[in-house]
């Protein structure tokens, strides 16, 4: 019995290590439709990510990539990571991500959002 209580207690103790970076907000939101187009896409995670390692696209209906432009940490959060846009039209667009936390992890997914109208003004 005791060493069954120690070994959850190692295993309670140790949970914090294994946490690994996750994505937390997006901007535009996910499956989000939106009047205007925006300006950029950020993501936030819950730790810091190596900048270095960061892709970020945004891609038309075509497929094809919006910019290429490479993302770069938010400079006024090291764990977010922006991308300019430039004028999109309307429809719909998917982001792709892959980022690599720094403790070695990597974290990738996708989501669309939808333009149903005119570039956000600055």
């Given at each position: 019995m005791v060493g069954a209580v120690m070994a959850m207690a190692m295993c309670v103790h140790a949970a914090p290590?294994?946490?690994?970076?996750?994505?937390v907000k997006t901007e535009p939101p996910?499956?989000?439709i939106l009047a205007k187009a925006p300006a950029q896409v950020r993501l936030w995670f819950n730790e810091e990510i190596e900048s270095a390692y960061a892709s970020l696209v945004v891609l038309d209906t075509g497929k094809n990539p919006v910019t290429g432009v490479k993302p770069q940490l938010a400079p006024?959060?090291?764990k977010s990571i922006v991308l300019p846009l430039p004028e999109l039209a309307p429809g719909k667009y998917s982001v792709k991500f892959r980022v690599l936390s720094l403790d070695g992890h990597v974290i990738q997914s996708s989501f669309d959002f939808t333009v149903?109208?005119?570039l956000q003004e600055k």
């Open positions: 290590a294994l946490a690994h970076a996750a994505l996910r499956r989000a006024d959060d090291q149903k109208g005119k």
